[in-house]
DNA sequence: TGCTTACTCTATTAAATCGATAGGATAATA
DNA sequence: TATTATCCTATCGATTTAATAGAGTAAGCA
């Protein structure tokens, strides 16, 4: 079969990552943190490592960034609207840190970016949901080793503020 | 401003879901593990948990884990692919365990299905790749941080094995 | 008062993935 | 040779992500 218009381009020119483990193809990248988190962790640490509480410009953090000015903005928005940044309209305005970096637990921060910190509903303690598919918790597998993954997962998030952050 | 058709019936009955910890809205349950994945544990679990190595079928694993039965075709024949199942074809045909659960590591069957175990590609082991936007990775704070979430999700990874997982 | 600056908000877009389904090809058994 | 069950390719709709556009609003300054 010829291989035509996209599919030719991506056959081409897309990136296919292998797994080493068994050489299984993945056409992508699977990234579970999503630029979103990223680019917001980015920019609270360069607000923290700023002198004082001068509020800086969204266009100054993007550039130091190299981030979307306009993505930028509605992330520090929804920062702004969950109480860990301030922000001043009109010249000398921008967007600071409300609070002290050492007050700031990556666990607020990435419920707030990314939502629930576990792989699956079913173990979220803040997202909790049940699995429509499994009729046991107790007795299913994927919960049990989930289980494990969260709670390492949230004991990093939990011994880091933001202050830890900054180099 | 009305709302009309798709949006109406998604602001009537799609969840909502909001973050307790900041009021921040988020329109989906992010699910970080996928149904892929998941399926592919809970199939590998109740091969484990056969008496001997007698071949199963695919219909008789989806029914019993409530899975589709065609997607999960697709999901073990990966999984045969790359040499952690074995299959029979034909009458008594089916899929069965080729090692000793105790000797599948977690590691390799996420690597396998999940791809990827780092949140960014540039804390990953087998996955590694540059950050376009991020000139250096020792003074970045997200590689600082995904970097330790990294290594506390592959110790769990490590310390489980196939056969731990079942009840 | 009026001008400039910079945040605020809504809407829209293209590209991509996920989960699922369909349908036939192939191989093994009776 | 008929039946059984895996193997394989192709396709679909729904949903999300990342980014962009453009107008609205409030603060400061002359």
Redesign the pocket.
């Known amino acids: 079969?010829l291989l035509t218009g996209?599919k030719l381009f991506?056959a081409c020119f897309?990136k296919i990552l292998v797994c080493p483990i068994a050489n299984v193809n993945f056409?992508?990248l699977?990234?579970m943190l999503?630029?979103?988190t990223k680019?917001g962790l980015k920019a609270l640490t360069f607000l923290a490592s700023q002198e004082g509480r001068v509020?800086?410009?969204?266009?100054e953090i993007a550039k130091h960034e190299n981030?979307?000015?306009?993505?930028l903005?509605?992330i520090?928005?929804t920062l702004?609207?969950t109480g860990i940044l301030g922000?001043?309209?009109?010249?000398?305005?921008?967007?600071y840190l409300i609070k002290d970096p050492k007050d700031i637990p990556m666990t607020t921060v990435m419920r707030v970016l990314e939502g629930p910190i576990a792989m699956v509903p079913c173990v979220s303690l803040n997202f909790y949901e049940k699995c429509g598919d499994c009729p046991d918790e107790a007795s299913c597998s994927v919960h049990k080793l989930m289980l494990q993954v969260r709670d390492s997962t949230l004991e990093v998030f939990r011994n880091n503020t933001l202050a830890d952050l900054v180099p």
């Open positions: 079969m996209l991506r897309c056409p992508y699977r990234c999503s630029k979103k680019y509020p800086v410009q969204i266009s981030i979307s000015q306009k993505f903005e509605s520090l928005l702004r609207k922000s001043k309209k009109g010249k000398g305005g921008g967007y």
